[in-house]
């Protein structure tokens, strides 16, 4: 029997909004979040019992990220002056937010090196699911996201302090 939906965002909305996070940067990854889960709630009903919900809310994630970017590549954003940096979110718990660092060099990474260490490692996902979502094989997504932390390591942390699961 399929759980409540309000019992799969409690479980699954903190990874949820890490892979928006980790796909569209801190300020555009609540509105994805909202997408998300209004986009989820409406097809709850039809989901299989047997389904993998973390890897389906995470591929409707993915499609959301992909829609809020276009829709903010097509849009002029006018400021006066460029802030010298983007004030810290105190609105989550900590332990949920990577420090703004990271943040900047994951937002670095090439975008499928990007996309396979936010699917794989921020929301916990095997390589095969990984590779559904973003095309391609589970040895390219394997190699992707082993690159991509390869690069997090060298630039954000050359000491070594980074862990594999951002």
């Known amino acids: 029997m399929k759980r409540p939906f309000e019992q799969a965002v409690t479980e699954h909305g903190a990874v949820v909004l890490r892979v928006c996070r980790a796909?569209?940067?801190v300020?555009?990854?609540?509105?994805?979040?909202s997408e998300t889960f209004l986009s989820a709630l409406r097809a709850w009903p039809d989901l299989p019992d047997?389904?993998?919900v973390r890897a389906w809310l995470v591929t409707i994630a993915h499609r959301k990220a992909v829609d809020v970017a276009r829709a903010g590549a097509r849009?002029?954003?006018?400021v006066a002056q460029v802030p010298d940096a983007t004030a810290?979110?105190?609105d989550q718990p900590e332990e949920a937010l990577p420090d703004g660092d990271l943040w900047t060099a994951l937002a670095e990474l090439p975008e499928k090196q990007r996309l396979c260490v936010a699917y794989h490692h921020?929301?916990?996902l095997p390589h095969p699911?990984?590779?559904r979502i973003v095309g391609g094989t589970p040895a390219a997504t394997r190699r992707a996201a082993a690159d991509g932390i390869a690069r997090?390591?060298?630039?954000?942390a050359p000491d070594g302090r980074v862990s594999t699961h951002v």
């Open 152 to 156: 997090l390591r060298s630039t954000y």
């Open 129 to 131: 699911e990984v590779a």
């Open 27 to 33: 300020d555009e990854a609540d509105d994805a979040w």
């Open 23 to 25: 796909v569209l940067g």
């Open 122 to 124: 921020v929301a916990g």
């Open 50 to 52: 047997d389904a993998n």
């Open 88 to 90: 810290p979110r105190r």
């Open 75 to 78: 849009q002029a954003v006018p």
